[in-house]
């Protein structure tokens, strides 16, 4: 599948057909039922697979940029991801910071919030109240001046009336009457003091009136100049969401919770930066546009302000490192960029940005990424953002901490110095010169890997389900299977023993039990004849208890296979639902529950009617009663006795020659029974070993049903990872 350069939006839609195209090959009719489920079964997974596949494509065509070269700024939460950006904002002018900054400048003037408006605004609140601090001495001079006086008079007014108060208490009764008529002395002196006091009083007011009302005019004064510079203040908190640095965290968790796009235009060269949420904070709450951005992007700079290689998780807890490789696989372009943080200004007058130990931890850190991204990884990058920015930064909040280290920063250095030394001048050609040149050619070759990453990682991921799965299943159920199969052949052949030795027993205990019986016959001394038939008596005794025997005998028998084999059928499938259950809680933990690992461990058969026939309807068909017919046995007895004339005058003789006959028709009689017995095990054990090969087929099935799987599963991921590796494009 070549890929044009010139409009490949319709790449995704081809890969998806594609994919749809094989995986419908894949599972075709099947005229075997059982197989037809397998193959149902493994199309809805695939299918399963193929909707994830969709899903991401659509993700990707939807998120894809063909138009404009973009570069994700994307790491460690308050790494300084976006002190990074906002200080190439303002030396590369964005569009929308100059805006920004305009607005700044405009409002500072509009609400009088310059550096010149604070200081007179501030200059008259000074000034007034040094006048107001000044009335207020002068007043408290006059009210010193004055009270030494009105003291010194009231002193003379309080000894006259005490005086005056005597004189009435210890006076004649003819002074007494006097002085209704006419004022003592005293009393006219008392009478001055108080006009004395009362002209005091209005001269000392007097002279206090103009400064009271100046005072009051000064405080009047101070509190609208107080107003104004509360609204000023007020104000600030607007002026703060216009100034440089407005998009910098400020070190609380997750301050950055969506994805901005900054557009530049350099040299005709059209890019765009994108400030991406932190990897480690509430990952929850972002990840979702993380995802999206490093959809879109086709350079990802890793921000970090840590010299070192980032770290792995644990079990059920990615690290950043298991978190950068599984956001920045598909990408084609990798750098690192080292932030390293600097409170210090002094700290830039070092010789060099990064000390020894850091260079050695950054060489471990570029080991690392490689190891995780490839040959997409490139370098790293090192800068300190932070004094940079302070540099550039010129709209900042008057009084504000920024300003006050601006200030401090460019005591003894100049902007170009720190800009230098910082190392975000060379960072800047880096960007403009090197990362966005051949950038049609870049877009191109970053979005066809992202469409072949994306079909690499479903192809993984069914490659994964075959082999640790279904792979390992059909082998494990296999093995299982031969061992249940070879259970089931030792437990025949064991069956097949024990009934002929069940057989032979009973047969002996016949043969031991008529001869007891016609032996004590014999002991009384009966003829010939009585011999004979007291022979054949015996035998059909006998006969008649050996089918009664037997057949007991051989259900034990029977009964005892017939729970071998349910023992080896049941833990087989036993044996296979644990395995399946395994098998299907590792697929669940590793696709969130969206996949069970079906296989049919019974067959769609009811075991049990088979294992029924093992024993009582066998048992029925044998008719073991009918392999020891007693009738041509006793036909063919021969009954022989020599030297007759002896017998006849020696019963010793005689019952010794009977005790003979009797033991060699009792072994051919036996002989035949056993040869009958014999003949029926082997006529009526087919059927035995036909049920027993019908298990064996039984459990064969699911082994057949995993294998049936793992083959589809296997011929899709091969054919996908075909069509993964025929996707071309330029520079891959």
């Given at each position: 599948?070549?890929?044009?350069?010139?409009?490949?939006?319709?790449?995704?839609?081809?890969?998806?057909?594609?994919?749809?195209?094989?995986?419908?090959?894949?599972?075709?009719?099947?005229?075997?039922?059982?197989?037809?489920?397998?193959?149902?079964?493994?199309?809805?997974?695939?299918?399963?697979?193929?909707?994830?596949?969709?899903?991401?494509?659509?993700?990707?065509?939807?998120?894809?940029?063909?138009?404009?070269?973009?570069?994700?700024?994307?790491?460690?939460?308050?790494?300084?991801?976006?002190?990074?950006?906002?200080?190439?904002?303002?030396?590369?002018?964005?569009?929308?910071?100059?805006?920004?900054?305009?607005?700044?400048?405009?409002?500072?003037?509009?609400?009088?919030?310059?550096?010149?408006?604070?200081?007179?605004?501030?200059?008259?609140?000074?000034?007034?109240?040094?006048?107001?601090?000044?009335?207020?001495?002068?007043?408290?001079?006059?009210?010193?001046?004055?009270?030494?006086?009105?003291?010194?008079?009231?002193?003379?007014?309080?000894?006259?009336?005490?005086?005056?108060?005597?004189?009435?208490?210890?006076?004649?009764?003819?002074?007494?009457?006097?002085?209704?008529?006419?004022?003592?002395?005293?009393?006219?002196?008392?009478?001055?003091?108080?006009?004395?006091?009362?002209?005091?009083?209005?001269?000392?007011?007097?002279?206090?009136?103009?400064?009271?009302?100046?005072?009051?005019?000064?405080?009047?004064?101070?509190?609208?100049?107080?107003?104004?510079?509360?609204?000023?203040?007020?104000?600030?908190?607007?002026?703060?969401?216009?100034?440089?640095?407005?998009?910098?965290?400020?070190?609380?968790?997750?301050?950055?919770?969506?994805?901005?796009?900054?557009?530049?235009?350099?040299?005709?060269?059209?890019?765009?930066?994108?400030?991406?949420?932190?990897?480690?904070?509430?990952?929850?709450?972002?990840?979702?546009?993380?995802?999206?951005?490093?959809?879109?992007?086709?350079?990802?700079?890793?921000?970090?302000?840590?010299?070192?290689?980032?770290?792995?998780?644990?079990?059920?807890?990615?690290?950043?490192?298991?978190?950068?490789?599984?956001?920045?696989?598909?990408?084609?372009?990798?750098?690192?960029?080292?932030?390293?943080?600097?409170?210090?200004?002094?700290q830039l007058n070092r010789q060099a940005l990064l000390s020894a130990d850091e260079e050695e931890?950054?060489?471990?850190?570029?080991?690392?990424?490689?190891?995780?991204?490839?040959?997409?990884?490139?370098?790293?990058?090192?800068?300190?953002?932070?004094?940079?920015?302070?540099?550039?930064?010129?709209?900042?909040?008057?009084?504000?901490?920024?300003?006050?280290?601006?200030?401090?920063?460019?005591?003894?250095?100049?902007?170009?110095?720190?800009?230098?030394?910082?190392?975000?001048?060379?960072?800047?050609?880096?960007?403009?010169?090197?990362?966005?040149?051949?950038?049609?050619?870049?877009?191109?070759?970053?979005?066809?890997?992202?469409?072949?990453?994306?079909?690499?990682?479903?192809?993984?991921?069914?490659?994964?389900?075959?082999?640790?799965?279904?792979?390992?299943?059909?082998?494990?159920?296999?093995?299982?299977?031969?061992?249940?199969?070879?259970?089931?052949?030792?437990?025949?052949a064991s069956l097949k023993s024990r009934l002929a030795n069940?057989?032979?027993?009973?047969?002996?205990?016949?043969?031991?039990?008529?001869?007891?019986?016609?032996?004590?016959?014999?002991?009384?001394?009966?003829?010939?004849?009585?011999?004979?038939?007291?022979?054949?008596?015996?035998?059909?005794?006998?006969?008649?208890?050996?089918?009664?025997?037997?057949?007991?005998?051989?259900?034990?028998?029977?009964?005892?296979?017939?729970?071998?084999?349910?023992?080896?059928?049941?833990?087989?499938?036993?044996?296979?639902?644990?395995?399946?259950?395994?098998?299907?809680?590792?697929?669940?933990?590793?696709?969130?529950?969206?996949?069970?690992?079906?296989?049919?461990?019974?067959?769609?058969?009811?075991?049990?009617?088979?294992?029924?026939?093992?024993?009582?309807?066998?048992?029925?068909?044998?008719?073991?009663?009918?392999?020891?017919?007693?009738?041509?046995?006793?036909?063919?007895?021969?009954?022989?006795?020599?030297?007759?004339?002896?017998?006849?005058?020696?019963?010793?003789?005689?019952?010794?020659?009977?005790?003979?006959?009797?033991?060699?028709?009792?072994?051919?009689?036996?002989?035949?029974?056993?040869?009958?017995?014999?003949?029926?095990?082997?006529?009526?054990?087919?059927?035995?070993?036909?049920?027993?090969?019908?298990?064996?087929?039984?459990?064969?099935?699911?082994?057949?049903?995993?294998?049936?799987?793992?083959?589809?599963?296997?011929?899709?991921?091969?054919?996908?990872?075909?069509?993964?590796?025929?996707?071309?494009?330029?520079?891959?």
């Amino acid at each position: 599948m070549s890929v044009e350069i010139e409009r490949s939006h319709s790449l995704y839609q081809r890969v998806s057909q594609e994919v749809g195209r094989i995986i419908s090959n894949l599972t075709e009719e099947s005229t075997d039922e059982k197989l037809q489920k397998t193959n149902a079964d493994a199309r809805s997974k695939l299918k399963a697979f193929h909707q994830l596949l969709e899903d991401n494509i659509a993700s990707l065509k939807r998120n894809a940029d063909w138009e404009r070269f973009t570069i994700a700024f994307y790491g460690e939460t308050n790494a300084g991801k976006s002190t990074v950006i906002e200080t190439l904002r303002i030396l590369l002018k964005e569009e929308s910071k100059q805006l920004r900054q305009k607005a700044f400048r405009d409002f500072q003037h509009q609400h009088q919030l310059t550096d010149n408006d604070i200081d007179r605004l501030q200059r008259q609140l000074d000034e007034n109240q040094a006048r107001s601090n000044a009335l207020s001495q002068a007043m408290e001079t006059i009210n010193t001046q004055y009270g030494e006086r009105e003291t010194l008079l009231q002193q003379q007014i309080n000894a006259l009336s005490a005086l005056i108060q005597a004189q009435q208490q210890l006076g004649s009764l003819w002074q007494k009457m006097l002085n209704l008529w006419r004022k003592t002395p005293e009393q006219k002196k008392l009478q001055h003091l108080l006009v004395q006091q009362r002209a005091l009083n209005i001269e000392k007011a007097t002279e206090l009136q103009g400064l009271e009302g100046e005072q009051e005019n000064c405080e009047a004064q101070n509190g609208e100049l107080q107003e104004k510079q509360a609204a000023q203040q007020a104000k600030f908190a607007e002026l703060a969401r216009l100034a440089d640095g407005e998009i910098i965290g400020t070190g609380v968790s997750d301050f950055t919770l969506g994805t901005t796009a900054y557009p530049f235009e350099i040299n005709q060269q059209s890019f765009a930066l994108l400030d991406v949420p932190g990897i480690e904070g509430k990952e929850s709450k972002v990840l979702a546009q993380i995802q999206q951005a490093v959809e879109t992007a086709h350079a990802v700079f890793y921000v970090t302000s840590k010299a070192t290689a980032p770290q792995k998780g644990d079990e059920g807890n990615p690290g950043t490192l298991e978190k950068i490789k599984s956001h920045l696989n598909a990408q084609t372009e990798v750098w690192t960029l080292f932030n390293k943080r600097i409170t210090n200004p002094m700290q830039l007058n070092r010789q060099a940005l990064l000390s020894a130990d850091e260079e050695e931890s950054l060489g471990d850190l570029n080991e690392k990424m490689r190891e995780q991204l490839g040959d997409h990884y490139c370098d790293t990058w090192t800068l300190s953002a932070m004094p940079a920015f302070l540099s550039v930064a010129e709209h900042l909040v008057p009084g504000s901490d920024n300003l006050k280290k601006r200030s401090k920063l460019l005591e003894n250095l100049d902007q170009q110095q720190v800009l230098d030394k910082t190392g975000i001048n060379g960072f800047m050609t880096l960007l403009t010169e090197k990362l966005v040149a051949n950038s049609k050619e870049k877009i191109l070759r970053s979005n066809v890997n992202k469409a072949r990453n994306t079909l690499e990682e479903a192809t993984a991921e069914i490659l994964h389900l075959q082999k640790e799965t279904y792979g390992k299943l059909s082998k494990q159920l296999e093995e299982e299977m031969k061992n249940a199969h070879q259970l089931l052949d030792i437990s025949l052949a064991s069956l097949k023993s024990r009934l002929a030795n069940q057989g032979e027993d009973a047969v002996e205990k016949f043969k031991n039990s008529a001869r007891k019986r016609v032996y004590a016959e014999i002991d009384d001394d009966i003829s010939n004849d009585q011999f004979k038939s007291s022979l054949e008596n015996c035998l059909t005794r006998q006969h008649k208890e050996l089918e009664k025997e037997l057949p007991g005998l051989l259900k034990r028998e029977l009964d005892l296979f017939k729970e071998e084999t349910e023992e080896i059928v049941h833990r087989f499938q036993q044996y296979a639902k644990d395995i399946l259950a395994t098998y299907s809680k590792l697929q669940q933990q590793k696709f969130d529950g969206k996949f069970e690992v079906k296989i049919d461990i019974d067959s769609g058969i009811k075991l049990t009617s088979v294992l029924a026939t093992l024993a009582g309807g066998a048992l029925m068909l044998w008719n073991p009663v009918g392999w020891i017919v007693l009738g041509p046995a006793l036909a063919g007895m021969v009954f022989a006795f020599y030297k007759a004339v002896r017998s006849f005058f020696s019963s010793g003789y005689k019952m010794s020659q009977q005790r003979q006959s009797a033991d060699e028709n009792l072994n051919k009689v036996a002989g035949q029974i056993n040869a009958s017995i014999s003949d029926g095990l082997e006529n009526a054990f087919p059927e035995l070993e036909e049920k027993v090969n019908q298990l064996k087929t039984m459990l064969q099935e699911p082994v057949r049903q995993a294998a049936q799987t793992n083959k589809i599963l296997q011929d899709a991921g091969q054919k996908l990872r075909q069509l993964s590796l025929s996707i071309e494009s330029p520079g891959v």
